[in-house]
């Protein structure tokens, strides 16, 4: 599966973001779909994910409540709506999927999006 991250840019702390991530080549539905994130000289983290149907999410603490992970699976599409934007989550953000079989490894990375967000 093919994916594209969208919807990165420059925002001022308390602002608002949404992260869209398109995908195609393979059926959409039967991925879970997470979102991921690498800040300057930091490690990649994880940010949230969502089940095949989108009946189960998780998230990372550190954005439980000011973000929240969306699919539209008619549309291949998974969004990540980013609320209370803090300049801690400045970072290129990258969705990624797997499928049941590959246990909590993801095989599949979009190329991921910046977003920026200023104080």
């Known amino acids: 599966v093919q994916l594209q991250a969208s919807g990165g840019g420059l925002v001022q702390a308390g602002g608002s973001l949404r992260l869209s991530c398109a995908a195609s080549?393979?059926?959409?539905?039967?991925?879970?779909m997470g979102w991921f994130r690498q800040a300057p000289g930091k490690e990649r983290e994880f940010v949230a994910h969502i089940f095949k149907r989108g009946a189960i999410t998780t998230y990372a603490d550190s954005v439980k409540g000011r973000f929240t992970i969306s699919r539209d699976n008619a549309k291949n599409t998974v969004y990540l709506q980013m609320n209370s934007l803090k300049p801690e989550d400045t970072a290129v953000y990258y969705c990624?999927?797997?499928?049941?079989?590959?246990?909590?490894?993801?095989?599949?990375w979009g190329q991921g999006t910046l977003v920026t967000v200023s104080s």
């Open positions: 990624a999927a797997r499928s049941d079989y590959s246990g909590s490894y993801y095989p599949y």
């Open positions: 080549g393979r059926t959409f539905s039967d991925y879970n």
